[in-house]
């Protein structure tokens, strides 16, 4: 049977806030080369404190990202650039390092967590390095920053469910990525604080619900208030008789605060182009249904989606994030459909004719609620408590109940001992059956119904209900999309004929064993004699 330990559950807030503290204590500083790792970590512990975590990664400088190539103060060693991550103990000795810090001559003079490490100016600051204890400093994790391997490799799994299991582990998101994209956030909002004193800039969607995969985009929000997230947190006396003198700013949908939310972008895009250090190419996208800004961040190596007004992503990031911590095999097929759907070439990116990597997350979070193993929306949102209310400045309710061990006491999940592998089976064969003709899709009630619109796919957003998420899926993607579920169930079919006769006696699950995931992902660049397969197959954003 399957075991939930939500007893060690962090909370979302709880999860933003670790993630932000150590963000707030970390610095970002290019080295030479991976040899001066050690010297970072000698000089930063002896002059300033002790270091609690300690990442190196490097990064090719033909990124696909840069168009120049120059992408900071230090030469790139054999055609790649070195940075170290470090954290330090406490946030005392974080601000020393900052304040200590220097500018070079003919830059313009800017404080930031993001440096780079000089040569020593003498022979005596080297020997006061070489009397720190390096016995106690932390290990030194080193990797190459968002670079997928050319090759998954599934000789060493032994059934559908291993090989599932192979995936996940080979593209989700390290732990290094995860502090760089909460760095930048962190750099991004330190960079707009004279701006938003009160505000802050968080990542959501993929990257903080639990689902996030290699070298995917950074999705950011910059909320000017930040008590709309974190409402527990004060800020001022009510008692007071002080107000701060301010400037009128629209909220909500109007018009009017839409075009106010485009003027303010548009200024910040000048901003984050000619002030904010490691942010390039910025890009106003500023007509789209969300207002975002586009840029790069060269040190990371990220495309960064910047927004104002799409607060409900990150409740919605948590809805997710909540339902990975009931049902670990969640995240896990969903990497596997994922990865099917990329390269089956059904998915794409951008929203348009063919389905997104969102609509998939929520096909399989309701295929997993008509299985008993997730719970419908609706029992999260009839049974929130006080503490639970948030309402985005839109006017979009999020109010849901957040404690997972709450939610389990409504519900009682089955089928926990079926397979990654059967379930995977189970979702291909639900989806080629759907009749997305006349039927939309509720995961507030775990139910499909009627459509209330004409279009090909009908997915009701879990925020705003009255709206379809799949409402621009052209009727031919749909057709494709069932299409495909239908081959993928031919496949695990004929695998499974092959070896009837000789599962008799043996498990459910086992029936799966000698079937290949290769084979279901199978594209025509593919070669089926091969026991690996491509990453760059099995990702598309």
């Given amino acids: 049977m399957l075991r939930r330990n939500v007893s060690t559950f962090l909370k979302f807030s709880d999860y933003l806030h670790q993630r932000r503290t150590e963000a707030e204590k970390s610095m970002l500083?290019?080295?030479s080369g991976v040899n001066s790792v050690?010297?970072?970590?000698?000089?930063?512990?002896?002059?300033?404190?002790?270091?609690?975590?300690?990442?190196?990664?490097?990064?090719?400088?033909?990124?696909?990202?840069?168009?120049?190539?120059?992408?900071?103060?230090?030469?790139?060693?054999?055609?790649?650039?070195?940075?170290?991550?470090?954290?330090?103990?406490?946030?005392?000795d974080f601000t020393k390092a900052i304040e200590t810090s220097r500018h070079a001559e003919e830059n313009l003079p800017f404080v930031s967590a993001m440096c780079w490490f000089s040569q020593p100016i003498s022979s005596a600051s080297l020997k006061s390095i070489s009397k720190v204890n390096t016995s106690?400093?932390?290990?030194?994790?080193?990797?190459?920053?968002?670079?997928?391997?050319?090759?998954?490799?599934?000789?060493?799994?032994?059934?559908?469910?291993?090989?599932?299991?192979?995936?996940?582990?080979?593209l989700k998101i390290t732990e290094?990525?995860?502090?760089?994209?909460?760095?930048?956030?962190?750099?991004?909002?330190?960079?707009?604080?004279?701006?938003?004193?009160?505000?802050?800039?968080?990542?959501?969607?993929?990257t903080v619900s639990g689902i996030g995969r290699i070298g995917g985009d950074l999705d950011l929000i910059l909320l000017p208030d930040k008590a709309e997230i974190f409402p527990n947190k004060n800020f001022g006396i009510k008692s007071s008789r002080l107000w701060h003198q301010t400037k009128l700013y629209s909220m909500g949908n109007s018009t009017n605060s839409r075009f106010q939310v485009q003027r303010v972008m548009e200024t910040l895009a000048d901003v984050i182009q000619l002030f904010v250090p490691g942010c390039t190419q910025v890009q106003r996208i500023l007509q789209a249904r969300v207002p975002i800004l586009r840029f790069w961040s060269e040190y990371t190596d990220l495309q960064c989606d910047l927004s104002m007004t799409n607060s409900?992503?990150?409740?919605?990031?948590?809805?997710?994030?909540?339902?990975?911590?009931?049902?670990?095999?969640?995240?896990?097929?969903?990497?596997?459909?994922?990865?099917?759907?990329?390269?089956?070439?059904?998915?794409?990116?951008?929203?348009?004719?063919?389905?997104?990597?969102?609509?998939?997350?929520l096909l399989l979070l309701y295929f997993l609620q008509c299985q008993k193993i997730l719970p419908t929306f609706d029992i999260l949102f009839n049974n929130a408590s006080k503490e639970d209310q948030r309402i985005t400045v839109d006017g979009i309710h999020c109010t849901f109940l957040r404690d997972p061990a709450k939610i389990l006491t409504l519900f009682s999940p089955r089928n926990d001992a079926k397979s990654l592998a059967e379930l995977l089976y189970a979702f291909f064969e639900f989806?080629?059956?759907?009749?997305?003709?006349?039927?939309?899709?509720?995961?507030?009630?775990?139910?499909?119904?009627?459509k209330p619109d004409s279009g090909a796919?009908?997915?009701?957003?879990?925020?705003?209900?009255?709206?379809?998420?799949?409402?621009?899926?052209?009727?031919?993607?749909v057709s494709r999309l069932k299409s495909e579920c239908c081959a993928a169930l031919w496949k695990l079919e004929t695998s499974l004929n092959q070896q009837e006769s000789d599962i008799d006696q043996q498990s459910k699950d086992s029936r799966f064993h000698n079937i290949s995931l290769q084979d279901l992902l199978l594209t025509p660049q593919l070669q089926k004699s091969s026991q690996v397969l491509k990453m760059k197959d099995l990702l598309i954003d």
């Avoid at 930063?44 to 992408?71: A, E, V």
């Avoid at 989806?431 to 009627?450: N, V």
């Avoid at 009908?458 to 031919?476: C, D, F, G, M």
Wanted: proline letters at 4%.
């Fill in 457 to 477: 796919m009908y997915i009701q957003n879990p925020l705003e209900r009255h709206t379809n998420v799949a409402r621009n899926v052209s009727k031919e993607e």
């Fill in 312 to 361: 409900s992503g990150v409740h919605m990031s948590e809805l997710i994030y909540i339902m990975a911590s009931l049902d670990h095999r969640f995240v896990s097929l969903l990497f596997a459909i994922r990865s099917w759907a990329s390269a089956r070439k059904i998915t794409n990116p951008v929203p348009g004719r063919q389905p997104t990597n969102f609509m998939l997350v």
């Fill in 431 to 450: 989806y080629s059956e759907f009749d997305f003709t006349s039927r939309g899709i509720s995961l507030f009630t775990g139910s499909a119904w009627g």
């Fill in 38 to 92: 050690s010297d970072i970590q000698s000089y930063l512990t002896s002059q300033f404190g002790p270091i609690t975590s300690i990442f190196h990664y490097s990064m090719s400088t033909k990124s696909k990202y840069s168009s120049s190539g120059n992408l900071s103060a230090i030469p790139s060693t054999q055609g790649q650039v070195h940075w170290v991550l470090a954290e330090f103990d406490k946030k005392e």
């Fill in 29 to 31: 500083i290019q080295v």
């Fill in 176 to 206: 290094l990525a995860l502090r760089v994209r909460f760095l930048v956030a962190r750099h991004l909002e330190q960079s707009l604080q004279s701006f938003f004193p009160l505000g802050c800039v968080l990542p959501f969607g993929s």
């Fill in 136 to 170: 106690v400093y932390p290990q030194i994790s080193s990797e190459r920053l968002n670079q997928i391997s050319d090759k998954i490799n599934f000789s060493k799994a032994k059934s559908l469910t291993d090989q599932i299991i192979v995936l996940e582990d080979s």
